[in-house]
């Protein structure tokens, strides 16, 4: 298994421009979230959808678009990028509802300038 | 609101020594806890978690405590290694569709 795959690895956005980050896993989990990484600080929930058709807000939605039209996908849409979506985003896949063990992809780090 | 946050921002310890690593968390309903280890470049791996009907929980050279009295929860490494440095985290969940990340603790291991 791949486990949980996420593109690109690094990424650069000028203010204004849309972008998707892509997230794949390979497990059959119903349960997908976005988190992202600021510098010193813990992850923070964007989005999470709890099975294919399902999507619902997190901590900090605003700004970012999700879909999940399988089980295996769940991109990241960012509509209009601003410097202060400059972070890293990771990607986590779990077996149950969000109150299981989450794996996490290995992240995307995005630069708005 | 509910917040998971840690005592100390960085911790070091002698390779060999047991590390302790600390964390408070405030919303009483939280019944499920999730320590995560993320090494630099890459995203947090799993370690242990411990559900709000037990008090401890063993894994592999690890232990984590949770004391509801007073809300805290505790990750113990025994016979710290090289390979333990990195960023650990607690993370906490009320048995709904969100986990709330605490800021991290850094631990050094030195040699």
């Known amino acids: 298994n791949a486990g949980v795959t996420q593109t690109p690895k690094f990424q650069v956005l000028k203010t204004g421009q849309s972008m998707t980050l892509q997230c794949a896993q390979d497990?059959?989990?119903?349960?997908m979230s976005w988190y992202r990484q600021d510098p010193g600080m813990g992850l923070r929930l964007i989005h999470y959808?709890?099975?294919?058709?399902?999507?619902d807000q997190g901590e900090v939605p605003n700004g970012y678009n999700v879909s999940r039209s399988t089980t295996e996908d769940f991109p990241l849409r960012l509509l209009s990028a601003a410097p202060s979506q400059t972070s890293v985003y990771f990607c986590?896949?779990?077996?149950?509802?969000?109150?299981?063990?989450?794996?996490f992809g290995p992240g995307t780090r995005l630069t708005v300038t | 609101g509910e917040s998971v946050g840690l005592h100390l921002p960085t911790l070091s310890v002698q390779e060999g020594d047991n590390s302790i690593i600390n964390c408070a968390y405030s919303?009483?309903?939280?019944?499920?806890f999730i320590w995560y280890k993320q090494e630099s470049g890459k995203g947090p791996q799993f370690i242990i978690d411990i559900r709000s009907n037990m008090d401890k929980r063993q894994g592999q050279r690890v232990t984590v405590l949770l004391n509801k009295t007073v809300k805290h929860l505790s990750l113990q490494i025994a016979a710290t290694q090289p390979g333990d440095s990195a960023v650990y985290f607690c993370a906490d969940n009320t048995g709904g569709f969100k986990t709330i990340f605490g800021a991290g603790t850094r631990l050094f291991v030195k040699a």
């Open positions: 919303n009483s309903a939280s019944d499920y």
């Open positions: 986590a896949s779990g077996l149950g509802t969000g109150s299981d063990e989450q794996y």
């Open positions: 497990m059959n989990h119903e349960y």
């Open positions: 959808s709890v099975g294919a058709g399902i999507t």
